[in-house]
């Protein structure tokens, strides 16, 4: 398939096949997952992290919006701004993927990093406002993946961002939405992303 991450294992073009369901329904999402999960790796490496936790948030990062398979169509493909209650559903896909992945024992630490992929460093994230180091270190890893990649990439309102206004934009956030050693560990190794978007 089309990862760009070095290591590949047994599970990993299987997972990537899965995440092509929802690529299919969602165009605006299209291979979001994918380089989310070829940062997230490369963070990983950056890191120094083993290589068994390295792979735990690498297939992380290609599942971590497979939730939103479970949110309809009308909130899912809204071009403009959710209101109120739209917004409430989707901000179930995270709790919608980690039930998704809870059918199998074997992937429940995958399925807590998908649970808090949205939660932030000080505490005001979603679903549980949970902070720091409560939340798990991949999903902060693939929070920084992921904001990074919604600003790099064009939506239906806006084109992609500049690298360096998504560069400022993580420094700024540093300690506030992102855990600050991640996004350190990210902005010292920009050519990362610079790869990603080349
Ligand atoms: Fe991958
Ligand atoms: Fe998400």
Redesign the pocket.
């Known amino acids: 398939m089309h990862?760009n991450?070095e290591s590949a294992y047994e599970e990993?073009d299987l997972v990537?096949c899965i995440t092509s369901a929802l690529d299919a329904r969602d165009p605006y999402t299209g291979n979001h997952s994918?380089r989310v999960?070829?940062m997230a790796?490369d963070l990983c490496h950056v890191l120094g992290l083993p290589e068994d936790i390295t792979r735990e948030i690498?297939i992380s990062g290609?599942l971590h919006d497979i939730g939103k398979i479970g949110i309809p169509d009308k909130v899912l493909l809204k071009p403009g701004r959710l209101n109120d209650e739209e917004w409430e559903l989707m901000k179930q896909h995270p709790k919608i993927g980690a039930d998704i992945l809870a059918g199998s024992p074997k992937f429940a630490r995958i399925a807590a990093i998908i649970l808090h992929h949205h939660e932030r460093f000080d505490g005001k994230g979603y679903p549980f406002g949970a902070k720091g180091e409560e939340i798990p270190l991949g999903s902060r890893i693939i929070a920084v993946c992921d904001s990074i990649d919604a600003m790099a990439s064009s939506r239906a309102y806006r084109g992609a961002l500049p690298l360096e206004t998504v560069r400022n934009e993580i420094e700024k956030n540093s300690g506030l939405m992102y855990d600050p050693k991640v996004a350190k560990a990210m902005l010292e190794n920009w050519q990362i992303v610079e790869n990603t978007y080349r």
Do not use: L, N, T
Request: charged content about 30%; some cysteine.
């Open positions: 990862c991450c990993h990537e994918r999960a070829d790796c690498h290609h």
